[in-house]
C-alpha cells in the first residue's frame, strides 16, 4: 500500500512536472489561478490597456501632448499586486505607490486611479476624462482591468520613470534624474539648477543634505571634492621638516599672492567656483575660491586640511580652510589682508569656534556633513568622527 502511494504521488509530480515544464502553459495555468483570485476571468488585459492608451492619446492629441505610451515592465507589477486584493475596487493606491517605487526607483512621477463603470466604453471615457492624463509630467500608462459584481473597473497608474543621477550627463543634457540618499536609502527625483552656482543637496525624507555642487568657470558642475587637483604653490621657499612652518609659509603665500575678489557676485561667472590653478594664476578669488586653493596645497605639501563652507558671525555665508597636524586643528582664514612683512597668526580651532560655524566640510577624496545635530555652532574638532559624516566624494 505504501508503496503504491508513492509510485502514484511520482506519478502526479512527473505529471506536473511535464505540465509546467512548458512555459506557455504554465503561465496559462498562472492565468487561471490570478482570474480566480481577481474575479477578472477572460479579460484580455493587453488589449484592455490598448484601448486605454487609445482613449487617453486622444485626450493628450488634442491638447498637443506627446502620446503615453505602455510601460510592461509597470503592467505586470500592477497585476502582480492586484493579486494581493480580492476586490480590486478597494485596492489601497498608497500600498500600490509604496509598491511601484520600491521597485521602480525612477518612478518619481506617479498618479493611480481605481475606476468603475458598467460597460468598458466608459471605463475608456472616463479614462480619457481623468484630469491627470493631460499632464505632461507622465509618459506611459499601466492599466489591471477587473469585473467587480455587475460593473466593470480599473485600476490604471500614469507614471515617469527618471534615469539614475550622472554628474556627467546632467551636465550635457541636463533634466530629471533620481538619486538614492546615502543616509536614509529613499529615492527622490533631482533637477540640477543652472540659475545656481553652489548646490547643496538635501534629501527631501531625512533632510539631511548628502551632496555638495558648485559650477566651475565654464559653467560645469562638479562635486565640491573635484575642485582639488593637487595644486603646488610654485617657487615655495624650503622651511626644513617643521610641517607648522610649512604650513604658515603656504597661508602666507596664498594670502600674498591672491587679492580678494570684492562684488563680482552680481555675474554668474563671479559666483563659479575656481580650480586653485585658476586661483593663482589670477592671483585672485573669493573665500571659497582661495579655501580651495590653500587646503589644496596644504595637501600637496603633506598636511591635511579641509575646507569648511558655512557661517561666519561677520562675514554670514562663508568658506574657510582648517589644518590639523597631529592635535592640533587650526582656522586658516584665506581673505586676510596682509601688510607687507607680516606673517598670519595661527589661530585653534577651539579658539575660532566662537567665530566660525561649519556645516559642511570637504577635502580631495570625501565629503563631511555635521553629524552632532548642530546647526550655526561653533565646532571644536574638525576630524571628529563623531560629529561629521564622512560621504564619498568621487
Ligand atoms: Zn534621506
Known amino acids: 500500500m505504501i508503496r503504491f502511494t508513492a509510485i502514484a504521488v511520482f506519478g502526479i509530480l512527473v505529471i506536473l512536472g511535464y505540465w509546467f515544464s512548458d512555459s506557455a502553459r504554465a503561465r496559462n495555468v498562472a492565468g487561471i489561478f490570478d482570474e480566480l483570485v481577481n474575479g477578472s476571468p477572460g479579460i484580455d488585459q493587453d488589449a484592455f490597456e490598448a484601448r486605454a492608451l487609445a482613449a487617453v492619446n486622444e485626450t493628450r492629441g488634442e491638447r498637443g501632448l506627446p502620446h503615453l505610451k505602455a510601460d510592461t515592465q509597470i503592467h505586470d507589477a500592477v497585476a502582480r499586486y492586484g493579486t494581493t486584493h480580492s476586490r480590486l475596487s478597494e485596492l489601497s493606491l498608497e500600498g500600490l505607490f509604496g509598491r511601484l517605487q520600491n521597485e521602480f526607483p525612477g518612478a518619481q512621477f506617479l498618479s493611480a486611479t481605481v475606476l468603475l463603470d458598467p460597460r468598458d466604453e466608459g471605463l475608456h471615457q472616463s479614462l480619457a476624462d481623468w484630469k491627470d492624463v493631460a499632464d505632461?509630467?507622465?509618459?506611459?500608462?499601466?492599466t489591471l482591468a477587473f469585473r467587480d459584481g455587475l460593473r466593470k473597473g480599473c485600476v490604471a497608474v500614469l507614471a515617469r520613470r527618471l534615469p539614475p543621477f550622472d554628474l556627467e550627463t546632467a551636465n550635457r543634457d541636463g533634466g530629471r534624474f533620481f538619486q538614492r540618499c546615502p543616509h536614509c536609502q529613499k529615492a527622490h527625483a533631482v533637477l540640477l539648477d543652472r540659475q545656481s552656482q553652489t548646490l547643496i543637496l538635501n534629501c527631501p525624507d531625512c533632510r539631511q543634505p548628502y551632496d555638495v555642487l558648485a559650477a566651475d568657470t565654464e559653467g560645469k558642475f562638479r562635486r565640491a571634492p573635484d575642485f582639488f587637483e593637487g595644486f603646488h604653490i610654485p617657487d615655495q621657499p624650503k622651511t626644513g621638516d617643521d610641517p607648522e612652518a610649512t604650513l604658515v609659509e603656504i597661508w602666507s603665500a596664498v594670502?600674498?599672492?591672491?587679492?580678494?575678489?570684492?562684488?563680482?557676485?552680481?555675474?554668474?561667472?563671479?559666483?563659479?567656483w575656481k580650480l586653485p590653478s585658476q586661483t593663482w594664476n589670477d592671483a585672485a578669488g573669493d573665500c571659497e575660491d582661495t579655501a580651495i586653493l590653500l587646503a589644496d596645497a596644504l595637501n600637496a605639501a603633506g598636511i591635511e586640511a579641509r575646507v569648511a563652507i558655512g557661517w561666519n558671525i561677520h562675514i554670514g555665508q562663508h568658506a574657510?580652510?582648517?589644518?590639523?597636524?597631529?592635535?592640533?586643528?587650526?582656522?586658516?582664514?584665506?581673505t586676510l589682508q596682509l601688510k607687507d612683512g607680516e606673517t598670519p597668526e595661527l589661530r585653534t580651532v577651539v579658539n575660532a569656534a566662537g567665530e566660525y560655524q561649519p556645516e559642511q566640510l570637504f577635502d580631495r577624496e570625501r565629503l563631511y556633513?555635521?553629524?552632532?545635530?548642530?546647526?550655526?555652532?561653533?565646532?571644536?574638532?574638525?576630524?571628529?568622527?563623531?560629529?561629521?559624516?564622512?560621504?564619498?566624494?568621487?
Open 369 to 394: 556633513f555635521r553629524h552632532d545635530g548642530k546647526e550655526r555652532a561653533g565646532c571644536d574638532n574638525y576630524w571628529s568622527e563623531a560629529k561629521w559624516k564622512p560621504l564619498p566624494g568621487r
Open 320 to 334: 574657510w580652510c582648517v589644518a590639523r597636524i597631529d592635535n592640533r586643528q587650526w582656522v586658516l582664514e584665506s
Open 136 to 142: 505632461p509630467q507622465y509618459d506611459t500608462l499601466s
Open 255 to 272: 594670502l600674498r599672492h591672491c587679492e580678494y575678489e570684492y562684488d563680482r557676485t552680481s555675474t554668474r561667472k563671479g559666483e563659479a
